[in-house]
């Protein structure tokens, strides 16, 4: 996709959450920006400062990208089919 040539995967932090509901199909997933216009931490909106939460690697490099995959409970990683009704699993990871 030339939309997304620009973005460097080593500074993407995935992630992984629970759907709202149990269905059998599909995976949805986001890519959610941590910067603003510029590569800016804060942004003024209306009179208000808006800021981004910042996610680092081990080396202290801030990731500028959060990809978080939505999987049914079934699909989680570290569940079984019964699963964990309410459980939340999140990594972040760094390719160097």
Do not use: C
Request: charged share 25%.
């Amino acid at each position: 996709m030339p939309e997304l040539g620009h973005v460097d995967v080593a500074r993407v932090a995935f992630s992984w959450s629970q759907t709202r509901k149990a269905v059998p199909y599909g995976i949805y997933a986001s890519l959610t920006p941590l910067r603003f216009r510029g590569g800016a931490l804060s942004e003024q909106r209306d009179g208000q400062t808006w800021v981004t939460q910042r996610i680092v690697d081990r080396d202290g490099r801030d990731f500028l990208y959060l990809m978080t995959f939505y999987l049914p409970l079934s699909q989680l990683p570290g569940r079984g089919k019964a699963g964990n009704a309410g459980a939340r699993d999140v990594a972040h990871r760094s390719r160097v």
